[in-house]
């Protein structure tokens, strides 16, 4: 079992910035993909950004050259820095923890934090 708990949600204005962090504990596996999701209201729930174990990023389109994902292994903490936040980042952000096992998937989730930008 794995629990994720996320933090640094709040509100912030159009052009500001935002870290977000997710810490991981349990039995953290070889081969895993963690990513950030987010879901607005009204909306399906979306990749943001993700890193493998092995430190490759992909980030949706919206985001690039503004959203960071990155992490730090000897805290089991992972983070997105958003820089540039638009009124259209507004959502609910969701940690997730994806292992592969067996030719399965499993996947963990936070419990969610609030970002929202407006003036």
């Known amino acids: 079992q794995v629990q994720l708990v996320e933090s640094g949600g709040g509100l912030v204005q159009p052009g500001g910035s935002l870290r977000l962090s997710c810490a991981a504990s349990g039995n953290i596996f070889n081969s895993y993909v963690m990513g950030w999701f987010r879901q607005a209201p009204g909306k399906q729930r979306e990749l943001v950004a993700s890193i493998t174990n092995s430190g490759t990023t992909s980030y949706v389109d919206s985001v690039k050259g503004r959203f960071t994902i990155s992490r730090d292994n000897a805290k089991n903490t992972m983070y997105l820095q958003m820089n540039s936040l638009k009124p259209e980042d507004t959502a609910v952000y969701y940690c997730?923890?994806?292992?592969?096992?067996?030719?399965?998937?499993?996947?963990?989730w936070g419990q969610g934090t609030q970002v929202t930008v407006s003036s």
């Open positions: 997730n923890y994806r292992r592969y096992e067996l030719g399965n998937k499993y996947d963990y």
